[in-house]
């Protein structure tokens, strides 16, 4: 199974864009990072598919992770390697 699309919604200057980007390379995920900074309607976007104004929102494949804190539980979890792999039967590649 080919591993799921990552899209994290970020800004320049968030620490906890900072984290999950360190936690995504650590496990070596290439991800999408798409910008809200002076974009207002990329946050808009970002709000209507996360229902969350806070940055990151991370999404992998069809599932919304939530931010930073969210993807260090399932890591903590021991659930973020198979959602990465595309193991995870709840995650769909999109």
């Known amino acids: 199974m080919a591993a799921p699309t990552i899209e994290m919604y970020t800004t320049t200057w968030c620490g906890y864009c900072e984290r999950a980007r360190q936690l995504l390379r650590s496990k070596g995920a290439g991800f999408r990072e798409i910008s809200v900074e002076g974009q207002p309607e990329v946050r808009a976007e970002m709000i209507e598919r996360s229902g969350r104004r806070t ?40």
């Not at 804190?69 to 590649?93: F, I, R, S, V, Y």
Request: charged share 25%.
């Open 55 to 94: 940055v990151p929102q991370i999404f992998i494949g069809t599932r919304h992770v939530g931010g930073s804190d969210e993807l260090a539980e399932l890591d903590q979890a021991g659930e973020l390697d198979a959602l990465l792999a595309g193991t995870d039967d709840k995650n769909l590649a999109i």
